[in-house]
């Protein structure tokens, strides 16, 4: 097996051995608390640009299939494992985790303290990092690199604060997803990293879904005559996203029914006038409990989001944006382990979006009732449809 050794931003150095493609990544580094979907986060495109750590102890035991992923590719930047599975045993199993790693190029770590590693996250905050095996970790001579060289390699990695990254991970052209029985509305739906379990549960609820490119225009919306429009998940600082907040008050201004998931809540949260900001370690993994505050219910959901909205918790309050003009919103779901904003309603438009995946791949499914929701909400006859003034 090849050395390899994971560099942190801050000098903390962990060894392990390779898994996956032997080379070097940069990225952000992040930790995932799942127990089960590696799968599902591995092709999460939302994680672009990151080094995953999983927290779980025995991962690629089920092997990989061609039904779970949530994309065309395998999106992390790395990947950090304590013990990969000796074999995959899996009636849809048909490959190895390592075998997928290794043939899209996606270079990791095994065989490293992940308690450890993660609990030095959770205290120190996420920060860039670096996997360097094989001949990454040797200079011309043969020998192996210093740490401070392997540490100044982790410097030079642009930071995710201030980071648009959209546009890397969004589709080039538009497409259709067919509703699934009787079509009861259209949806415009803006890929910012688009899981693909999201087009396909609104589908089952007999939803069209245009999914259009993060590039799209207005004219691009209308043109599909959307009953509502949709924003997706995806990586990269909120507050760099100018094109796709200007679009969103775009939709809000013609008062289309609007719902938004993940980095689609902190771009509401933007495009309404409030501010965002990077979570010391964010939310990544299946656990994680939230408070749906209009009925009581808690709810156990999936997320992965390292920025978060900036609005007052309690009560009502005017939206900033130019004087107010989209009225009263409320924080309608909170993070019950931290506090942090999980969903947000106008109450003067048709909006609402929540931070976390209600599409849930790999689970649970305690929200799906949120697209039952955004269906009501575009059958609703008192909202404005299809782009009128």
């Known amino acids: 097996m090849t050395d390899a050794v994971l560099m942190l931003e801050d000098g903390r150095t962990f060894r392990g051995r390779a898994y996956g493609a032997e080379g070097s990544?940069?990225?952000?580094?992040?930790?995932?608390?799942?127990?089960?979907?590696?799968?599902?986060?591995?092709?999460?495109?939302?994680?672009?640009?990151?080094i995953v750590v999983m927290t779980a102890?025995?991962?690629?035991?089920?092997?990989?299939?061609?039904?779970?992923?949530?994309?065309?590719?395998?999106?992390?930047?790395?990947?950090?494992?304590?013990?990969?599975?000796?074999?995959?045993?899996?009636?849809?199993?048909?490959?190895?985790?390592?075998?997928?790693?290794?043939?899209?190029?996606?270079?990791?770590?095994?065989?490293?303290?992940?308690?450890?590693?993660?609990?030095?996250l959770r205290e120190r905050?996420?920060?860039?990092?670096?996997?360097?095996?094989?001949?990454?970790?040797?200079?011309?001579?043969?020998e192996r690199r210093p740490d401070d060289e392997l540490l100044d390699d982790v410097l030079a990695a642009p930071a995710m604060a201030g980071a648009d990254l959209a546009g890397e991970v969004s589709t080039d052209s538009a497409y259709v997803v067919e509703p699934v029985g009787e079509h009861v509305a259209t949806v415009a739906a803006v890929d910012l990293g688009?899981?693909?379990?999201?087009?396909?549960?609104?589908?089952?609820?007999?939803?069209?879904?245009?999914?259009?490119?993060?590039?799209?225009?207005?004219?691009?919306?209308?043109?599909?005559?959307?009953?509502?429009?949709?924003?997706?998940?995806?990586?990269?600082?909120?507050?760099?996203?100018?094109?796709?907040?200007?679009?969103?008050?775009?939709?809000?201004?013609?008062?289309?029914?609007?719902?938004?998931?993940?980095?689609?809540?902190?771009l509401l949260g933007r495009a309404l006038g409030y501010g965002t900001y990077k979570l010391g370690y964010g939310h990544r993994g299946v656990n994680q409990p939230v408070m749906d505050r209009a009925t009581g219910k808690v709810e156990i959901t999936a997320h992965n989001h390292g920025f978060a909205v900036d609005a007052p918790l309690d009560g009502e309050s005017v939206a900033p944006h130019d004087g107010g003009r989209y009225g009263r919103v409320v924080v309608s779901h909170v993070d019950l382990n931290d506090d942090v904003v999980e969903g947000l309603r106008a109450l003067d438009l048709p909006a609402f979006s929540v931070q976390y995946h209600p599409e849930a791949a790999a689970g649970p499914h305690d929200a799906a009732y949120l697209f039952d929701r955004f269906v009501d909400l575009m059958a609703d006859p008192t909202n404005q449809k299809k782009g009128d003034a």
């Open 57 to 120: 102890p025995h991962i690629g035991n089920t092997g990989v299939n061609d039904e779970d992923d949530e994309s065309t590719r395998i999106w992390v930047a790395g990947y950090v494992v304590r013990d990969p599975a000796r074999r995959a045993s899996n009636w849809r199993s048909l490959r190895t985790l390592d075998d997928d790693l290794v043939a899209q190029d996606v270079v990791g770590i095994s065989d490293v303290d992940t308690r450890a590693l993660t609990r030095h």
């Open 194 to 266: 688009i899981k693909s379990m999201t087009p396909q549960r609104l589908a089952e609820r007999g939803v069209r879904v245009h999914v259009l490119p993060s590039h799209a225009t207005i004219d691009d919306v209308l043109a599909t005559a959307p009953d509502g429009v949709f924003f997706s998940n995806g990586p990269g600082d909120p507050s760099a996203a100018t094109h796709e907040i200007e679009l969103l008050r775009d939709v809000l201004d013609r008062r289309i029914p609007f719902f938004g998931i993940c980095y689609g809540n902190q």
């Open 25 to 50: 990544t940069l990225g952000e580094i992040v930790f995932n608390t799942g127990m089960t979907g590696y799968q599902e986060t591995l092709t999460d495109p939302s994680y672009h640009r990151q």
């Open 125 to 142: 905050g996420v920060m860039r990092a670096g996997i360097f095996s094989g001949a990454a970790l040797l200079d011309e001579n043969g």
